[in-house]
């Protein structure tokens, strides 16, 4: 919402009167729907109803609260009503999702229920002929088929993603999800764990499969290249004083309670030889020769 409201004011300083409108009518509509989340919450379903359209009057176009009020609608028994607005939200999702994505907040049961599956279905098929070419059409399919359990046909759908954007985070990482669940061939599962990885170098939004891994040089190199694309530690700081006098605080408190407290700068990601070490096979080398860890491989 900040990114919204302070390209509101570029825009306008730039003389798009409009563009400015437009985002600040986003901000207004999405601040009102969280708004009716809360009505929602306190059991006031057709007042928070109300205001979910409310807010469409400001932003139409917006996937998150067209999904909820699809969930409100449903709940209230107004199924036409919320058969538009689970359409509509379809038909917003491939140009509102990015490449690490997932359900907003309050509209994570979105493709929950049999009704709400097959307007999916029919979206998202339609899009998939009309728009052949955005991965996140290939994406959201594949999602839907997912959580039908309809394994087999989602997964074409997700490396249809990665062939069309194979910076496409989110699709490997459900690529390799069903892998574990289908037993992918060896290459192929090396070659999802090293887009992974190359995506995703210090592991915030993913847990790569290593203990699989076939390719121990490829692994290697790639987790190397990612080690490299760390920030060094800073050696100064931008002085904040209150903020330091409250650290201070706390580490003295730390300090008390933990004897082994040690002020260090917190490393991310893994080294080579730890995603190394973290392969079955390299694993059970060690405790057949009896060498407890491998982590000293370097």
Known sequence: MRAYSVLADILEARGDKKGAEENRAAVTAIRLSEKADRFYEAGLLTRAVQMYNEALGHFENAYCIQSRLALRETELGHHDAAEAHYRKAYELMPDSFGRVESHCFGCERAFSGRRAESIADKAFLQLVKSRPEKPQVHYLLGYLREEEGRYREALP????????????????????????????????????????????????????????????????????????????????????????????????????????????AERNGRTPAEAVADNQFVALAGQLFGLGSVLNLQ
Request: aromatic content about 6%; hydrophobic content about 45%.
């Open 157 to 264: 759908e997700f490396q249809e993603a990665v062939k069309l954007d194979p910076e496409y985070l989110n699709a490997w990482k459900s690529i390799d999800g069903l892998g574990k669940r289908m037993g992918l061939p060896a290459a192929q599962r090396d070659a999802v764990t090293i887009n992974v990885v190359r995506l995703d170098p210090l592991g915030r939004h993913s847990s790569p499969n290593f203990a699989e891994a076939t390719d121990l040089a490829a692994i290697w190199k790639a987790v190397e290249a990612a080690e490299a694309e760390q920030a060094p530690v800073p050696q100064t700081l931008l002085a904040l004083p209150a903020s330091k006098a409250a650290l201070e605080k706390s580490a003295a408190a730390s300090r008390e309670s933990d004897s082994r407290y040690v002020p260090e």
